[in-house]
């Protein structure tokens, strides 16, 4: 069964640290109007984990620098169409 309060409390905290660090760098893009630095961030229920696709690609070391911020265990998911992606198991 799914917990959903904890998967939209992990993704408060994942939101909050993205804006926070990648905002505090300039990396913010401009997405519909308005500064986010996130392009999609949703729960994935056939792999029980949190996805998350910024608006924006990083340098291996930008990479680094924000998996080590977040709440919760990350990993590199690779690059979408529109950002590098990260993957976290709840």
């Known amino acids: 069964m799914t917990d959903f309060d904890t998967i939209w409390?992990?993704?408060?905290e994942i939101r909050t640290?993205?804006?926070?660090?990648l905002g505090a760098l300039g990396f913010a893009a401009l997405t519909e109007g308005t500064q986010e630095c996130?392009?999609?961030l949703s729960y994935n229920d056939r792999r029980m984990a949190i996805e998350l696709e910024l608006a924006?690609?990083?340098?291996?070391?930008e990479v680094?620098?924000?998996?080590?911020?977040?709440?919760?265990t990350?990993?590199?998911d690779g690059v979408g169409s529109k950002g590098t992606k990260?993957?976290?198991y709840v």
């Open 9 to 12: 409390r992990t993704q408060d």
């Open 64 to 72: 680094n620098m924000l998996i080590n911020q977040f709440p919760v």
């Open 56 to 61: 924006k690609y990083l340098e291996e070391e």
């Open 17 to 21: 640290v993205v804006n926070a660090v």
């Open 74 to 76: 990350a990993d590199y």
């Open 38 to 40: 996130i392009w999609n």
């Open 86 to 88: 990260f993957v976290f």
